[in-house]
């Protein structure tokens, strides 16, 4: 069945520094989303990428999705403790089906 | 617009017994999606819901069962509860389509004891 792998599985920064989770899929992928959870809270949506190589930005964060479209990664530059949560991809070759991710969990140290 | 609406939030279960989660989309959107998350094993896909007809499903064994309803409402149900069903239960509604995007409810803390 379809894997979506994703590491690390914990990282601690000091506020300030930047911080990178990477996505892998075992197979190719129709889009790829990204979703962050809060302590506490539920999965809410970030951004979706479809398109081989797109590379789309939020404020600090960055999204890159693979040429292959089986790889996908989140860059947040200069870390706030606003950040801190569980970052997921979710991988989809069907369009209406999502493989999520293990997570990766960032604490960022004031 | 209202959000996706899970209910309950918390319960406890005894081993054995039964317990159904129910989920309300949010407005207009016709497929639903359930996962099961734990700390170890991340989110794990349940089964979708699209148009009362499941379209897809996850690889969990047959005491684990949804449905929805014309209204798009839906739940889910766990027989013969086990202690590893312990988990914090997402429904996630959307419009259907490919390419859309997952919108969270908060949850349904399962502890079965």
């Known amino acids: 069945g379809q894997q979506v792998m994703q590491i690390p599985q914990y990282q601690h920064v000091q506020e300030g520094e930047d911080f990178t989770t990477y996505c892998n899929s075992s197979t190719t992928l129709s889009n790829i989303q990204w979703y962050k959870q809060r302590p506490g809270g539920h999965p809410v949506f970030l951004i979706q990428?479809?398109?081989?190589?797109e590379v789309k930005k939020q404020k600090r964060l960055t999204f890159q999705f693979g040429e292959a479209k089986k790889n996908s990664s989140l860059h947040i530059t200069a870390t706030q403790t606003t950040d801190v949560g569980t970052y997921f991809c979710a991988g989809s070759n069907t369009g209406n089906q999502f493989y999520f991710g293990t997570g990766t969990s960032l604490t960022v140290i004031p | 617009k209202a959000g996706v609406t899970q209910t309950p939030r918390y319960l406890i279960k005894t081993r054995g017994q039964q317990v159904t989660l129910s989920c309300s989309p949010i407005?207009?959107?016709?497929?639903v999606s359930w996962y099961q998350q734990t700390p170890g094993q991340g989110l794990q896909f349940l089964f979708e819901?699209?148009?009362?007809?499941?379209?897809n499903k996850g690889n969990f064994p047959g005491r684990f069962s949804g449905r929805q309803f014309s209204n798009s409402r839906s739940e889910m149900n766990v027989s013969t509860l086990e202690l590893g069903d312990s988990a914090l239960y997402l429904c996630?509604?959307?419009?259907?389509?490919?390419?859309?995007?997952?919108?969270f409810g908060e949850g349904s803390w399962l502890t079965v004891v």
């Open positions: 819901y699209f148009s009362e007809t499941q379209r």
């Open positions: 407005s207009g959107h016709r497929s």
């Open positions: 990428l479809v398109k081989s190589g």
């Open positions: 996630a509604s959307s419009p259907g389509t490919s390419g859309f995007t997952i919108y």
